[in-house]
């Protein structure tokens, strides 16, 4: 049984197929692909690491992406209580609700740093409105980024200023804030990046990104970027967080999650490729360095807008759609902790996301002066193992690496070995082979692909 009759009556349901498939992409669709597709890309090689990408998606992404929506469509309650419910019609252990546990954890510890770089975007619309990158050379713009990443005050600022977009968005519910918002922000960050890749094609250097993408090269390949491929895999389409837990409780019973996961997964591949065809091009023209790390979306772009024809303009108009992007991947990061505050308290929706939103702001602060006035601060040694030597790389790290692992693991052999495969067969609305497929995916293959990188990390 799908669980419709015991929706919470403050629920309500997605209008559309589509309007489910523009939130789940628009969560998918963010920083993600346009802030650190590129740049782990560049860290790792280059075409052999999207070729591992791609097939983490493929046994790994898809799996487990329609093993949450089914769960939270079934329980059609905040992810915690959903994966109770579940267990509980199919007679297994409640524990295993220490999934969405954790997944609700990493969401909340990943918005916190999430609004930060979000903060980075917003900030850079004003510099490309006033002309900030016209006929600047690649030192001077990442002397302003660096200045940005040097002054706390500032990055407060913005911190606060996107947190407060997200929480308003939230508080406001389903219909009003969420579908609101993604219905018209991704298909504009669509068209933005299409624009982007036709002038990338103008550089003299679009054929050197397209072979730097797409020719493998397995000897730049090591054991650590199979890792980051999956754990990429795992942030980029939202999984592990309780994210489409939380959007699946929404879905109508009307709706094929197989066919809504493949087609989410595929939208949110094509742009973190277009971002690479849009960002590689201006690297390599600029003599730029492809692995550049986190800094790379705001130190390349902004050269392209400097030297390209009302650049100021769009320049302007594509920060504005960044930070769009990443807006509606923070709200539904902020989600699912605010549906179980509000399942367990009585201050209703405003008043949990706005606790929740607050609490998130608080630890952001953290990741903020780890940038700057705690750059050097590692208590015991304990960071020292992670590039950049900051709290805000050990967030980074531990929830993409670990906890969203994890999550995914119990999530894939909850539904794999747990749950009544005739109540999956009917849920998933697929095909005979189609459904054979993905079940033997989701018991065999991806716990399996999951678990030999989740223990080299922990070993490691």
Known sequence: MTGSKSTPAHRGLWSSRMAFILAATGSAVGLGNIWKFPYVTGENGGGAFVLVYLLCIAIVGIPIMMAEVYIGRSGRHNPITSFRLVAERNLASPVWRISAIVGVLAAFIILSFYSVIGGWAASYVG???MGDFTGQSADAIGELFGGLLASPVTLLIWHTIF???????VARGLKSGLERAVTILMPALFVLLLVAVGYATTTGHFGEAVSFLFTPDFGALTMDGVLVALGHAFFTLSLGMAIMMAYGSYLGDDVSVGRTAVTVSIMDT????????????VVFANGLEAGAGPGLIFQTLPLAFGQMPMGSVFGALFFVLLLFAAWTSAISLLEPVVEWLED???????GSTVVVGIACWLLGIASILSLNEWSGFAPLGMFERFEGNTIFDLLDFFTANVML??????????????????????????SGGGFALW??????????????VFVYNLMS
């Open 270 to 281: 094509v742009v973190a490729l277009m971002a690479g065809l849009a960002i590689f091009p």
């Open 405 to 430: 692992p994890l999550s995914g693991l119990l999530t894939a052999l909850f539904v794999g070995w747990c749950v009544a495969k005739e109540s999956l067969q009917s849920n998933l609305a697929l």
């Open 439 to 452: 079940y033997n995916l989701v018991r065999f293959v991806t716990p399996v692909a999951v678990a030999i």
């Open 163 to 169: 947190m407060a977009l997200v929480i308003l968005v």
């Open 344 to 350: 367990k308290l009585i201050v209703g929706r405003v």
């Open 127 to 129: 510099h490309a409105a």
